[in-house]
Every structure is written in structure tokens, then in C-alpha cells.
């Protein structure tokens, strides 16, 4: 690759990291972020998971839907809330509306300042929703069909 390909190429621009840095980072990532297929995975294996799930969004969000199972407490009342609902020693899995939203990664900083062990589900309800899984509402239990741009539709999962 020549000089001039790595200025005007505008993903070369900044040149790749090294194997080494990418597999630190990578490796990093997957610490801190689980993705809704294996959460649902997790869930639907039966059993205790070894996680639990929290919503950090408000009441109005929470009745709209949320994944089953979970542990409502708003991002603003974990100071005060955690230690009533979550115990140290369980890790603690974060989600918010979706990847537009920075709401699961504020929620994760205030656990993680508390002591807790905590990830952050990629994707958060939206995603949960739109890849097909069972999701609960004020009204009850509802589903909807999987979105073919988030999840395969004659597969159990995406192969990833």
C-alpha cells in the first residue's frame, strides 16, 4: 500500500492498529458490552444465567416493554436503590431504549462507582425488541417479528 492510498483513503487514513492492539481492545470490549442474541441465550438456557438484567429507564419506558426478568431501577435512583436490589457478587447487565441512547453506559459507570461487576447489553430494548425476542408490558407479554436487518429469519442464530 502505497503513501498515497493511506491519505486519501478515508478508512486507511489512520492506519489500522497492530494485532497486538487490536486484540487488547477487542478482547477489552467484549468485558464490558454482551450483545441481546447472547443475553436472550442466556436467558432462554433456563436456570440462573449468573447475571442479572437491569433496566435503567424510566417507568414510562419500563411499561412500554422490557426484557423479561428484569430488574427496573432508573438510572437516577441507583445511588440510593442498588444495594436494596442488587447484590455485589452477581454481575450486573445494563440496558437502555438502544444504541442511540447512552442511558445503559451511565447506569453501568454509577453500579461499577458502587462496586458492582457490570456490563452494558449492545443494542438495549430496541435491539431486544427488533431481533424477535419475548418482551414484557404493563398489558403482558407481546412479541414482535424479527427485523431481517437485525436478525437472521430462518436461523436459530446469525453465525457470529
Known sequence: MTTTQLTTNPVLRVPPASPAAAAAHFGASLAFHADVSDVASALAAGGDPG????DSRSTESWDQGHVP?????PTALI???AEEL?????PVLTYCWGPGCNGAT???LALAELGYQVKEM????????REGFEFETW???ATRAADPLTAPL???DCGC
Open 51 to 54: 447475571f442479572v438484567v437491569l
Open 69 to 73: 426478568g428484569a430488574i427496573h431501577l
Open 79 to 81: 445511588p440510593e436503590q
Open 86 to 90: 442488587l447484590d455485589k457478587s452477581v
Open 106 to 108: 451511565r447506569a453501568a
Open 122 to 129: 449492545l443494542g438495549g430494548f430496541e435491539y431486544w425488541a
Open 139 to 141: 398489558e403482558g407479554s
Open 154 to 156: 430462518d436461523a436459530e
